[in-house]
């Protein structure tokens, strides 16, 4: 199928963008890699009346290092990432979660803000982030907002974007040297969407043990405090971990052990690297 008619408009500035977006007597889309929307424009799943590129916006590709954290533009794509054009603060997990999200012509082109706002739950990025307590900021008329990624995210292919508001930028925090993650997706073929991800950050020196459980039927399962799900600091208590996703309404005892699976693998990785 082709999309239906639409307009098409690439601002030079975010605040060109953001009053674009503002428009409520049409429907307004914002396009980045376009590899989600591209295909649902072609269903027709979505019919914008003006689609809003935002690739061609500097203040959207920017990466600014700084002691604590990197600040990444919501229009970096997946590429950027692997490739090592973005400083690694996170000890090769960026590049690493990066290399498995689909195949290369998607990450040339898939940017992160993109990925993050389209909310698919089996996606890499909105699973990885959460386990490393990333944040997001938020573009809109009343300037500028940040929140905690695994808040942002509000349901599938849902997040906490308000009218007129867009992602600007993603800061990740810098982990320590003695910092340990492991990230696992569980999928039929490499590249393909995850059927279930497994994340650890263990960083003792910033007080940091977190878990997720990722490509749930909704919004990943984050435990800010996972120190519970461990004997002796390291090994993966199971039964704990299986009460996670009891606990969170996950019923299924098969998708359980393949969640429960993907985070073994992952805690495995983090203690062998
Ligand atoms: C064949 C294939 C395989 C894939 N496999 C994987 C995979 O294994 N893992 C994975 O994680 N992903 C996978 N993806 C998805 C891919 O990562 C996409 O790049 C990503 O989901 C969307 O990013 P995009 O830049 O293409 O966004 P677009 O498709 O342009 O936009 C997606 C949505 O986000 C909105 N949007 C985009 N940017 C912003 C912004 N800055 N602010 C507000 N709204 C915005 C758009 O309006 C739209 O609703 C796959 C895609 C394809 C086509």
Redesign the pocket.
Known sequence: MKPSRFDYERPASLAEVIRLIQRDDIVV???????????MLNLRLVQPDLLVD?TGIPE?KRVEVSDDAIVIG?CVT?ADIEDGRVPDVTGGALSHVARG??YRA?RN???L???L??A?PS???ISSLAAIGAEVLIAGPSGQRRMQIDAFMTSVFEVD?GPGE??EAVRIPRLSRSARWGYHKLCRKT????HAIGVVLHDPERAVCRVVLGATESRPIVMRDARPLFRDGRRLDIDAARKLLTDAGHADALDNQIHLAALKRAVDRAEHP
């Open positions: 889309k914002i396009i980045a890699g376009s590899q989600s929307l591209g295909p935002i959207l919501a997946h999200i689909a998607v082109r898939g940017t803000g993109g990925s706002v389209h698919d996606a890499d990025w974007l867009m992602l590249g393909e969407f995850a």
